[in-house]
């Protein structure tokens, strides 16, 4: 098979219907997400078939149980779908807003206007709902896209696929709108990064190593996130009782997540009276500890020798780890500026937090911490799409360029200028 | 030599002078911009001799007199690069800007403020006032830079850049944000391109054949431009007199640029009076004319038969081409959906025109042509940073992401999100 012909084949399909979608209204691109969600519910039965049949293939294949837990759709998942179908198709319309507008010396009129971006390519893993919310923020901003999901999902994702094309034709939409890559050849994956003039814009979203695969094979921009190497400092400066409830928050509330806070640093101005207090809660709270050399002597001054004995060294390896677990390192800086550089020498530029009472630092802390999300006495558990109001997330962003942190359906558009005159020319 | 390393270390200390910068205020960074622009002055003797030693090598370079012309450091252009500078200080300031910000039902602020990106690389060709230009738009935009120039310029972009590291230095900023590299090895250019976590995003300018080495090695974000195939479509209701101004202005006022039109697209309904008119025209202009089938019946039927016996047929390639001279190619388009589909298969997504009277299909047009710049009723050589307000131009994109068409100082920066509460934890 030749998968660069197979990819343009598909990606010209695509390119035509982004075409239809650049002409068409916020009104019909929001009925086809409603005709989408309804096709949902009105097929569950068809896809949860599917879903039984990568359910069957899931030993073969030596999925973990959390693999299979995430591969499942059960009718309220499948209910889910479609409701977040819905919610999109009632959010505000990112396409056609002017972002600037001036009239020239001239008399032209420069007007920098919001567009969809073209066909999006967007290759994930596991979860079948992705399938759906991906291909409804596309639609949303007037995009195509072409999905390319595990081999362990497939028929869930093909089935899903099929009841939105469906969806899509009754709107009067063309169906590859939305497609849905049936080969799971590796090579589809190798010519999807390498097709430029046909995808505009890849959204790889799953484990590390199939990130950097993408990244590094890719000739067309690619924007994702590797990790989330979170920290939350607490500052001279903090409220200690604050603090002590916000890393609780970031690291216990759901420690699975890429918002969950990794590592600890207490400032050695607040480390005697903060270290025992927090440390003891962590601990009863069944969190591993790994701690710097300043930690222990701490916990031993205000009397906690059993706990002194029982938390680990952080080795160099602990401060660049995304544990995913509860597992935290902790570490006692001297002032927010080592705090800063650790955070930038070590971090993911994911999420990272300071508690503090001071405006000061917390503006500085703000300005040279260099991540996607910085937070202001909360925890870093709030950085995700739905928190920040933007509806559905496509993913988050540790990039810098095009889009940071979550992604809504506006960061899936892109801008035109457009200049008008009355036949000025260029003297 | 470690090519890669040489690169880490230049990077290293590029991204301690963003940090620097990230941390700096608009009134010290404007300062630095004036007090560059004071020692351009004051040191132009010192310039121009540098340069001469460029012009001395040029024959041996096998330098053409247009690149030998670009190289020349004239007084003028000297005092041109300066008062670029100081025009660029008096810009407003796109850093700390908020894009936006929302109060979320739990009380927290959630706020996308304007920041810098960080460490940009820009490497180029020939011209030595990129130097200054490019150093100067992403000191004002809080970034520090990486310039990597052509061997022909080399002399001259490191004493640009000396001078240019004095005035940093004076404003007491890290010379270290306006890095030149001074080794012309190929290597140095690929390991830019796979700096990741060294080098934020990379421009490069000048011929096409450098963009795409750059995009072919790059694992970093990249933004370019590859030419510009412009085209001016000529609808069935054009104001015909004002159509032939616009094809003169933006084919014969400078030919050699980006933005002049290479191919002009004549709707059928029209094209029997104004093709007689157009090309009589161009022809006097001294334009050579490569037209479609059906431009030359129409100049028999005016009696135009030696124009008609001069022009040449075109080729499938021609439509593609970007002659950056007096050539252009001609079509006779069936409809404004022809037209939107020739400049959608054959141009750069550059600048695209339509001249026509008809709210309607400037709209469509508008809308179907996927391109940066798309101009109404106005010469396409207006697309460009000046001309549309927004001072220098780092570049022009014709990419879809981050930024698009040209560039300026805003294009240099990112956003954080910022969320301040007091205490919110996640449910």
Redesign the interface.
């Known amino acids: 098979m030749d998968a660069t012909a197979y990819v343009r084949d598909i990606a010209l399909a695509a390119r035509r219907a982004a ?1 239809q979608l ?2 068409s209204t916020a009104a019909v691109r929001d009925g086809a997400l409603r005709a989408c969600a309804a096709a949902i519910r009105a097929q569950a039965g068809a896809l949860q078939q599917a879903n039984r049949q990568d359910l069957a293939r899931s030993g073969e294949l030596g999925l973990s149980e959390a693999m299979i837990d995430r591969l499942r759709l059960t009718p309220a998942r499948i209910e889910a779908m479609a409701a977040a179908l819905e919610q999109i198709a009632a959010q505000s319309d990112p396409v056609g807003q002017t972002i600037s507008a ?1 009239n ?1 010396p001239n008399g ?1 009129r ?1 007007e920098k ?1 919001r ?1 969809p ?2 066909v999006i390519g967007i290759i994930f893993e596991s979860r079948p709902n992705v399938t759906a919310d991906a291909a409804a923020l596309c639609l949303k901003s007037g995009n195509a896209c072409i999905l390319r999901g595990g081999k362990e999902a497939l028929h869930s994702n093909l089935a899903i696929a099929s009841v939105l094309r469906q969806g899509l034709a009754s709107a009067g939409l063309d169906q590859a709108a939305v497609t849905m890559i049936d080969n799971v050849d590796r090579e589809i994956v190798t010519a999807m990064c390498r097709a430029e003039g046909l995808i ?2 890849l959204v790889p979203r799953g484990g590390e190593a199939l990130i950097r695969a993408v ?2 094979a ?2 067309i ?1 690619v ?1 994702k996130h590797y990790a989330g190497n979170c920290h939350v400092y607490v500052h001279a400066e903090a ?1 200690l009782e ?1 603090a002590r ?2 890393v609780l ?1 970031a690291k216990c ?2 420690p699975g997540v890429c918002n969950a806070m990794e590592t600890l640093l207490v400032d050695q101005a607040v480390a005697e009276t903060f270290l025992p207090q927090v440390l003891s809660a962590l601990d009863q709270a069944g969190v591993e500890l790994r701690c710097c050399p300043r930690c222990r002597p701490a916990l031993a001054a205000a009397g906690l020798d059993q706990l002194a004995a029982k938390i680990k060294d952080a080795a160099e390896q602990d401060w660049r780890t995304e544990y995913l677990d509860l597992v935290l390192a902790v570490r006692v800086v001297d002032s927010l500026d080592q705090a800063v550089e650790h955070i ?1 020498a070590y971090g993911s530029a994911h999420t990272d937090a300071i508690v503090t009472r001071s405006i000061a630092a ?1 503006e ?1 802390f ?3 911490v ?10 870093t ?3 995700d799409g739905g ?3 933007l509806g559905a997330e496509v993913g988050i962003s540790t ?4 889009a ?3 992604m809504g359906a506006e960061d899936l558009t ?13 003297g």
Chains 1, 2 share one sequence.
Not at 414 to 426: A, D, M, N, S
């Open positions: 075409s650049a002409l001036s020239r032209m420069v206007r567009v971006i073209g505009d814009l990244t590094q890719a000739t921009p924007i409220d604050m409830r916000i928050n509330q759901r930038n917390a500085r703000v300005k040279a260099d991540s996607s999300s910085v937070m202001v006495n909360v925890s558990r709030f950085s928190e920040y109001g990039d810098k360029l095009h940071r942190g979550p892109t801008y035109k200028w457009i200049v008008t005159g009355e036949g000025q020319l260029r």
